[in-house]
């Protein structure tokens, strides 16, 4: 390989314009929970115009229901498949072969009034570009395609097979990607360019979890004859933060997010309940998302979470007038991960890293969940997430710098490079 970096990295920035016409086709598709087709088949197109091997597959709920990882899924999987583009060497496979992910799949946009410009109306100020998935994680999938496509237009090709992969569902189950590993994709390493600038290395399991509560009614004229659903589902909540709080605590803490101010979040993200405000409510559902720390399965930290439930019901004055029970029968089941700092994957990428910044990455324990687990637990693929910073992720005026995104291409395509090997096309 003769490619040398200051020629790569110009390459990179003279394609400015095409990584801002990318990300804004991408941030201009809706593609929330249900809604990922249209934005799938833009990468299908781009991928078959990169000369890349096309796999498009939608996923099999039956099949992955078979798997332990499996998350239970929320709708329908129906014309919302992952999109795979293939490279396979020309020129002979002398290199290590890698995988590139990413999600297509964007939040909720929450209040759009609080949005200075409308979240799916990509708009460009002062060398950022604003709009919902811009940095979570559109960004990341415009700079692994931009950099397979940049090395190929200097008359390279990987001396390895390249996977890109966009898939859907990483916000809610993950699904997406254990369907990628059930169709049987490996390699040697895999990146996901997550909207981190550091290299991501460890993560928290997460649970969505759904609290149900029945109560007493009652005319509210007498509301003290009644027992409320909300007013018990309020209370169980709490004492489910309490055992958060036990987790964050000392104690409890793991290792490696010892640094953390507070790693374990539980939070209360959605209720519902009552019937209308002349009755003591007879129902509610509160839905939660849990963390917990990396060595616990899922079901070990929803029996936790049972235990101090039934613990706080046995406390509470009159709670025998109450039912509850709390599932996880849709979304997230994901256990965390730890990496070993050594390993090949994380020592080229830092290398490839300083090369491009003059200064090594740092390395971070996320207090979320990202589709890097199934690679590291259940794909024998070492993962981490790294990929182009962005801001206000999950938030209103989400946005990534377009300096920023092209610096994640560079690295991205050097460390293809270092990795695969190059060929002369
Ligand atoms: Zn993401």
């Known amino acids: 390989m003769t490619l040398e970096l200051h020629e790569l990295a110009s390459a990179v920035r003279a394609r400015r314009d095409a990584h801002v016409r990318m990300l804004s086709a991408l941030v201009a598709f809706p593609s929330l929970l249900g809604q990922e087709s249209d934005a799938q088949r833009y990468m299908a197109r781009t991928f078959t115009g990169m000369g890349l091997e096309l796999d498009e597959f939608e996923i099999d709920d039956d099949a992955l229901r078979q798997h332990p990882a499996y998350a239970p899924s929320l709708t329908s999987y129906a014309g919302r498949p992952n999109v795979v583009g293939i490279h396979r060497p020309r020129n002979g496979t002398t290199g290590r072969s890698l995988i590139l992910n990413g999600h297509i799949d964007v939040v909720p946009v929450g209040d759009e009034r609080l949005w200075s410009s409308p979240p799916f109306s990509p708009v460009v100020r002062d060398g950022r570009l604003y709009g919902r998935g811009a940095a979570d994680m559109k960004a990341g999938i415009v700079a692994y395609t931009l950099a397979m496509r940049t090395l190929f237009e200097l008359g390279f090709e990987p001396a390895a097979p390249v996977y890109l992969q966009s898939v859907i569902e990483e916000e809610c189950t993950g699904n997406g990607a254990l369907g990628c590993l059930m169709r049987g994709y490996r390699a040697e390493a895999a990146i996901i360019p997550e909207p981190s600038d550091t290299i991501r290395d ?29 007013d018990f ?7 489910m933060k309490g055992l958060a709080e036990q987790w964050n605590g000392s104690a409890c803490r793991h290792a490696r997010f010892a640094d953390h101010a507070h790693p374990i979040n539980f939070n209360l993200g959605e209720l519902r309940g009552g019937e209308w405000p002349s009755s003591v409510p ?41 039912n509850w029970s709390i599932d996880n029968a849709g979304g997230f089941r ?28 740092e390395r971070f324990a996320f207090t979320g969940t990202t589709d890097a687990r199934y690679f590291n637990l259940y794909g024998a693929t070492p993962a981490v997430c790294y990929g182009p910073p962005g801001e206000n992720i999950h938030g209103v005026d989400e946005y990534v710098a377009i300096d920023d995104m092209l610096n994640a291409t560079t690295v991205i395509a050097w460390f293809i490079a270092r990795w695969c090997g190059l060929n002369r096309r």
């Open 233 to 239: 589902a309020g209370y169980l909540v709490g004492a």
């Open 202 to 230: 460890a993560q928290l399991g997460v649970m969505w979890l759904t609290l149900h509560v029945q109560g007493v009614p009652a005319h509210a004229a007498v509301a003290p004859d009644g027992s409320s659903a909300i």
């Open 334 to 361: 994901a256990e965390g991960f730890v990496l070993d700092p050594g390993i090949p994957l994380i020592e080229t990428l830092s290398l490839c890293h300083r090369d491009v910044h003059g200064v090594a990455p």
């Open 282 to 322: 007879t129902q509610c559902e509160a839905r939660i998302r849990v963390s917990f720390y990396p060595g616990t399965t899922p079901e070990q930290a929803l029996a936790e979470i049972r235990a101090t439930l039934a613990d706080a019901h046995r406390q509470r004055p009159g709670g025998a007038l109450f």
